[in-house]
């Protein structure tokens, strides 16, 4: 993508499950339903390993709300350690996915596998290492129950402008993509397997040789059609940014028949689809009506595109992947939600007019409201926040088992607070005199605490809040255990990923974990009947702004992890623990 650069990608913090009100959606004129609803497709960096995953259940629902049937999601390995993939993380967020009934388009690329330089992606050392991480990461996906089974190899290989790190010489992607192709079909001969998409540098210039004709052309997918009857993938990915045509209307179709499915035909692929993977216009270098009319009008144009060859052949664009669901930076507006999230564009309705909505999201989203955002920018006092999370309705002091229960340390201590705050109903943290409990920082040791009940309950529900205090804008944290009766039901592995409130001018950065018991949760629920003791393990997890680390990540320094929460370093504060259920007596 143009104006894509990897600290840009790397940029951001933790994705926030809050909304702020938007104004009404704009008229949707010009707006009509995609014939073909399959070919909608959006993008997402919900992992990097500055950040950890930076996408929640809000977000996740937003997608769905969407009805983006497809989420384009790159593999970024973990460069601060052994450039492992951290794949717990992206089971999570894949199994999220899946859940909501999205798939996967799977981008492996220079971003997944250690390099020195960009020097190395011509070298046959290089491609041996791109091409074992490949391998690893679809043997990984290709048989969960959540498989994986669509990956596109590289990003903008022909990109050989002066700023950028993407090119790869088309003789040593050739053979990248040939061998990757090949690795992929023998673990998932049912894989799909896409071209990295072409940027408008390699193909949209007349004064510029055309990447994907010289792929074409080489001996190695020429040898290879000898071989097989085909070339080493399934379909062409391209990214036709608008920088040879202002209008969709007066450029796109020409630029895709002339320049991409001309040159399929000629080197014997014509049944072969395009899948545009990126495409987008950015708000920040033009406005935001503009990028609506560029979604609308490029949509409409790719979605009944046929080939002028062959006219009678059904539509040539399988998917076209809007670039992309937020943004990452104030010159880089690309997104559907304005930067931090905070906002629903325009060309957010737009996108969501193309097909019928998905199932809408539980509240506090609500439709034609605020997106799902980073940081909350209204003033919030106590009562604010637990009506902006939706749970003042429930939250009275009469629902709470906990009220006037003191907790026994079992292990770790406290370096400041009252223990008695844990448990009084409220929390003021914007009240400067405020104090949380501050468990001690001790790396890879949790606050163990036990609260035991004067008879047996019923728990519905657990609430635990927690977060940062002091510091401004970091992301709250928590990673904790749930036991109850002395037999663990819950591991809470997850940070920064719940509903969540981060003020820049309070130091503090809190989150609300929720654990609910329901009919359905079989022997979670009955684990939560007759309860005589409940015990929160908080487990210390390392800072945003340093290495950050928590149970889903691998461990850095192994001889200093005693409890495979990796070399964490930080205790996240406790500002309020409430657990709503029922008395033996019925007493709700």
Request: aromatic share 12%; with cysteine; proline share 8%.
């Amino acid at each position: 993508m143009p104006g894509k650069t990897n600290a840009a990608l790397a940029a951001g913090t933790g994705a926030l499950l809050l909304l702020l009100v938007a104004p009404a959606a704009p008229e949707a004129e010009e707006v009509r339903p995609l014939d073909r609803p399959g070919i909608k497709s959006t993008t997402i960096q919900p992992y990097h390993y500055f950040t950890g995953i930076d996408v929640g259940t809000a977000v996740f629902d937003d997608l769905a709300y969407l009805d983006a049937g497809m989420i384009r999601i790159e593999f970024i390995h973990d460069a601060h350690r052994d450039g492992s993939i951290n794949y717990p993380a992206y089971d999570y967020i894949f199994d999220e996915l899946a859940e909501r009934g999205m798939k996967v388009l799977g981008l492996i690329d220079y971003q997944s596998v250690p390099y020195d330089t960009a020097e190395d992606w011509n070298t046959d050392e290089f491609r041996a290492d791109f091409v074992e991480r490949t391998r690893e990461i679809v043997e990984h996906y290709a048989h969960r129950e959540n498989p994986i089974k669509h990956w596109e190899i590289w990003n903008e290989p022909d990109l050989d402008d002066p700023n950028s790190w993407y090119y790869v010489e088309v003789n040593a992607y050739a053979k990248l993509l040939k061998e990757s192709y090949h690795a992929i079909k023998e673990i998932d001969p049912d894989a799909f397997v896409v071209l990295g998409g072409l940027s408008p540098k390699g193909f949209a210039y007349d004064d510029r040789p055309n990447y994907l004709e010289e792929l074409y052309e080489t001996e190695t997918m020429q040898r290879h059609y000898e071989e097989h009857g085909s070339y080493p993938f399934d379909a062409v990915g391209a990214h036709p940014y608008p920088e040879t045509y202002f209008n969709p209307y007066e450029g796109l179709a020409d630029l895709m028949n002339e320049k991409i499915k001309a040159v399929m035909n000629r080197f014997g692929d014509r049944h072969k689809k395009v899948w545009v993977t990126e495409l987008g216009w950015n708000s920040a270098h033009n406005d935001e009506e503009t990028q609506r009319l560029g979604l609308i009008r490029s949509y409409n144009v790719l979605d009944d595109l046929r080939d002028p060859e062959y006219p009678d052949d059904p539509p040539y664009v399988e998917l076209y992947t809007w670039f992309k669901y937020d943004s990452w930076d104030p010159s880089e507006e690309w997104g559907l939600v304005s930067i931090e999230r905070t906002r629903r564009k325009p060309a957010y309705y737009a996108f969501l007019g193309l097909t019928e909505p998905g199932p809408e999201p539980p509240p506090p989203v609500e439709p034609g409201e605020g997106a799902p955002v980073r940081f909350d920018a209204r003033p919030l006092d106590a009562r604010g926040m637990l009506q902006h999370l939706g749970l003042l309705p429930r939250f009275t002091t009469s629902l709470d088992l906990l009220q006037g229960l003191v907790p026994e340390i079992v292990e770790g201590e406290i370096q400041s607070g009252s223990l008695e705050t844990l448990t009084n109903g409220i929390f003021d943290i914007y009240n400067p005199n405020f104090q949380p409990v501050v468990p001690v920082d001790a790396p890879g040791k949790p606050l163990h605490l036990r609260y035991t009940f004067a008879e047996p309950v019923d728990i519905d529900e657990i609430r635990i809040f927690a977060g940062h205090r002091g510091s401004r804008g970091e992301r709250a944290y928590q990673s904790h255990e749930i036991h109850l009766n002395g037999v663990q039901v819950v591991e809470d592995l997850r940070t920064g990923n719940y509903g969540q409130a981060i003020r820049d001018e309070h130091d503090t950065a809190i989150s609300m974990v929720s654990w609910k018991s329901g009919p359905e949760d079989g022997e979670l629920a009955e684990a939560a009947r007759g309860v005589e003791t409940l015990e929160i393990v908080v487990w210390p997890v390392t800072s945003y702004n340093g290495d950050f680390r928590d149970r889903w990540c691998p461990v850095l320094e192994p001889e200093k992890d005693v409890t495979g929460a990796g070399p964490a370093y930080l205790a996240p504060s406790l500002f309020e623990i409430d657990v709503l259920g029922s008395t033996p007596n019925g007493g709700r």
